[in-house]
Structure formats: C-alpha cells, structure tokens
C-alpha cells in the first residue's frame, strides 16, 4: 500500500487515500507499531503494517457507529457490543473502539446504569434485588452496579418505592390477599422485612388504627 494522501481531519484523527483505491479514516490511539509521523504521502506500507493500517482503519469504523448509538442514548458496553456484532465488525475492532470511547469517557457503564435507573423508576417501583439483577443481565459488573443503586437509593427511599409497588397491585387487583402480596413484592425485589412493614402499615390504615 503506497499513500497517495493523508489529511489531518482532527486531533489523532487521519483520512488516508491509498494506491489500493482505498479511502479511509484512522485514529492513531489504534496503531500499535506503525508510528503516526510516518502517515505521509509517498511513505509505503506493506505486511504487517500495512495490515495494522486497515485494523487502525476498521476500528475507527466501528467506533463511528458506537458513537452514532451513544449520540441516540447512553448505551452499555455489553449491549453496544452486540449491536456492532449485528452489523458485523469483528470482535477486536469492537473491543479497540470501545476501550478508547471509554477511556475518553464517551462510553461508560457507571453512567448507563445510573440513566438506566432513573429512568426505570418513571414505570415501576422495583427493590435493590431486581434493580440489580436488571443491570447484572445488561453486562454491568457487580462493583459499578453497587455505586449505581447506592447513588440511586440515596436520592430515593426502597421503603417509598415498595408503598408505591403495594399501591399499584391493589389498583390492578394482584393483591388478593397478604400471601399473594407478599410473593408479587418478593418477585419485584424487595426484602422480606420491608414488605412486612408495608403490609402492617397497610392492614393498620384499613383498621383505622
């Protein structure tokens, strides 16, 4: 591969036109020994460099449409990885674009899971326990769900959550008596000693007391 053309588009990032017919974008962070002063018109690349260029040049592809994503809504690495690898980029190119959106902080999953959560409460009143089998399913690590919900539940009370989850199975007539209650708040996340509290709160307002 000879380079007919290299053009600075912006900072670490270079649009080259090759001898090949080729024309294609690459950010340095992703070339390991190929040194970016040497991206000049004229310089001649063939084997493994020539090979790196065109990896340099995939992973910015992939980085392109996971930046396309994340402009839509904040994504998670896990899900973002499969959608990539719906629009087939390979794994390693996935992998090199997304260490760097993270490592530039475009892509994080501590930031996910705290949008993923507030906006999950708007719907439905759910405990830590399924708040936090919700984020383990969508490929977030045990320690930055953690700091999510502590984060979340210093903002909102689990007890006022589990009141507002009792509330909406009485209105739609999931509640037929404390047994079934008692089960349905389990499955939504809550803990025994909580729900306990809610429906002794409940039973005492029913009897006036």
């Not at 001898?19 to 004229?42: C, H, M, N, Q, W």
């Not at 009141?163 to 089960?183: G, I, T, V």
Request: overall charge positive; some cysteine; glycine content about 8%.
């Amino acid at each position: 591969m000879i380079l007919l053309e290299t053009k600075q588009v912006s900072p670490g990032c270079v649009k080259i036109t090759s001898d090949t017919g080729l024309a294609f974008f690459i950010r340095s962070a992703y070339l390991k020994t190929v040194s970016p002063e040497a991206l000049v018109p004229g310089a001649v690349f063939s084997g493994d460099a020539e090979a790196e260029l065109v990896d340099a040049g995939l992973a910015f592809s992939a980085e392109s449409k996971a930046v396309e994503y994340l402009a839509r809504a904040e994504q998670c690495r896990f899900k973002l990885t499969r959608k990539l690898l719906e629009k087939q980029f390979s794994r390693g190119h996935i992998d090199a674009a997304l260490d760097y959106l993270e490592g530039v902080q475009y892509l994080s999953d501590g930031r996910y899971a705290r949008a993923w959560l507030n906006a999950r409460k708007i719907s439905h009143a759910e405990g830590r326990i399924r708040l936090a089998a919700e984020l383990a399913a969508r490929g977030i690590s045990r320690e930055t769900a953690r700091q999510a919900l502590d984060e979340f539940f210093s903002e909102n009370s689990e007890m006022e959550l589990c009141r507002r989850a009792y509330q909406k199975l009485l209105r739609s007539k999931k509640a037929a008596d404390r047994e079934a209650a008692f089960r349905a708040l389990v499955q939504r996340g809550f803990g025994g000693g909580m729900i306990r509290t809610v429906l002794e709160e409940a039973e005492a307002g029913r009897a006036g007391i």
